[in-house]
Nanobody
């Protein structure tokens, strides 16, 4: 079981990044996928999630209208397109997979290693 994130980096405020999370086929199928982030000194927090069967998405309020989560089942990959980035979006971003449709960390069984996103002002 493996989740591997990529696509992080340093960007100026207002810029964009696209994160990718490649999963093993077994992990990806029938698992809801989520993105979380952890800023220095803060707890890991929910960002976005996508339902494995319906494609329904859900976002935390602070990223609505700026971030888009999507998945490519053929590639077993989930994406997080981040636009209009702000300094407060700076964090390590983690993708996660789980069978429970939830925004809670406890509902996810598998986690990636994280990728750093830094937004300068």
């Amino acid at each position: 079981v493996q989740l591997v994130e990529s696509g992080g980096g340093l960007v100026q405020a207002g810029g964009s990044l696209r994160l990718s999370c490649a999963a093993s086929e077994r992990t990806f199928s029938r698992n809801h996928m989520g993105w979380f982030r952890q800023a220095p000194g803060k707890e890991r927090a929910f960002v976005a999630r996508i339902n494995w069967s319906s494609g329904t998405t859900y976002y935390t309020d602070s990223v609505k209208g700026r971030f888009t989560i999507s998945r490519d089942n053929a590639k077993s990959t989930v994406y997080l397109q981040m636009n209009s980035l702000k300094p407060e979006d700076t964090a390590v971003y983690y993708c996660a997979a789980g069978l429970i449709w939830t925004s809670s960390r406890s509902g996810y069984d598998y986690w990636g290693q994280g990728t750093q996103v830094s937004v300068s002002s």
